[in-house]
């Protein structure tokens, strides 16, 4: 029986045509996405893995778990299905920045992730096609508004708490200042 010998490189195959973009798949596991696609996987997953932690919370008070079980159960559920979820989205991003995937790793390392994140938010990708591929095609609409929903909550929840906090602490000076007099 005659056996063929199936031997190839990356250099055996084509380039991509001269400006040619790949559009990125929200589930994918390789390819390159930019900044705004980014941040909306990234805000996209953690509302998913909210909704999948409010039901796995009421399926556990469904079946008696206490409050101790169910949350360490959801704790580390959703915690590794979101670390997980955040490596992928990561992994592409540091594609279309020219860097391997396993800079993601990075994101593992306390503070150091919050460096890495920042970088990956706002730093800018490679121009044209690099290593992993083709650059992401324009954004769409809904990927525009998804990763300006995700900040914008976020800048929402930090002036909100600041303007609750000096609500209370003013509540506070009153009511010690009547007290002095």
Not at 2 to 12: F, G, S, V, Y
Not at 143 to 165: H, K, Q, R, T, W
């Amino acid at each position: 029986m005659p056996t063929i010998a199936l031997e190839a490189r990356l250099t055996d195959f084509p380039a991509a045509p001269a400006g040619a973009v790949q559009q990125p798949q929200p589930f994918a596991l390789h390819g390159r996405i930019g900044r705004v696609r980014y941040l909306a996987y990234s805000f996209g997953a953690m509302i998913a893995l909210l909704l999948v932690a409010i039901v796995l919370g009421a399926l556990l008070g469904a079946i008696g778990a206490g409050p101790a079980v169910a949350a360490g159960l959801m704790q580390l559920l959703v915690g590794t299905l979101m670390a997980a979820a955040n490596l992928v989205i990561a992994r592409r991003r540091l594609h279309d920045l020219g860097k391997a995937g396993w800079w993601g790793v990075l994101l593992l390392v306390p503070l150091l992730n919050i460096a890495v994140t920042l970088w990956l938010a706002i730093g800018k990708g490679d121009e044209g096609e690099n290593a992993y591929g083709a650059p992401p095609a324009p954004n769409s609409r809904g990927a525009i508004a998804l990763a300006c929903v995700g900040p914008g909550l976020f800048l929402a929840m930090v002036l909100y708490s600041a303007v609750d906090a000096y609500k209370t602490i003013g509540e506070r000076t009153r009511a010690a200042n009547s007290r002095v007099f």
